[in-house]
Nanobody, 126 residues
Framework: EVQLVESGGGLVQAGGSLRLSCTAS????????IGWFRQAPGKEREAVSC????????YYADSVKGRFTISSNNAKNTVYLQMNSLKPEDTAVYYC???????????????????WGQGTQVTVSS
């Protein structure tokens, strides 16, 4: 059974940090790109950051460049999203997703994905 399990969300003040984790099981991790997406109330889902676990290529949305860092620990089948200098506009439900045999850049552009996690809430207070 394929599973993506997110953790690490929570409530933080503006300027603070959180680290999200996405742990995968049930598929060959190295063959996939893993991405973080978020959806705030009343807004469309957007790509935040993606990583190709095979070659390490990454994608970042302009809104998070310089503040968020995505990394992959293939031995643990886990992708992390380190979020620093958080802003109230980062408040959203964050989901991780997985796509087979694609690049991080391509993953950020396509609307559907092979697998999704259940999401974790991130709330940044002002």
């Amino acid at each position: 059974e394929v599973q993506l399990v997110e953790s690490g969300g929570g409530l933080v003040q503006a300027g603070g940090s959180l680290r999200l984790s996405c742990t995968a099981s049930g598929f060959t991790f190295d063959d996939y790109a893993i991405g973080w997406f978020r959806q705030a109330p009343g807004k469309e889902r957007e790509a935040v950051s993606c990583v190709s676990t095979g070659d390490g290529s990454t994608y970042y949305a302009d809104s998070v460049k310089g503040r968020f860092t995505i990394s992959s620990n293939n031995a643990k089948n886990t992708v992390y999203l380190q979020m620093n200098s958080l802003k109230p506009e980062d408040t959203a439900v964050y989901y991780c997703a997985a796509d087979w045999s694609t690049t991080a850049q391509a993953m950020s552009l396509i609307p559907g994905h092979d697998y999704w996690g259940q999401g974790t809430q991130v709330t940044v207070s002002s």
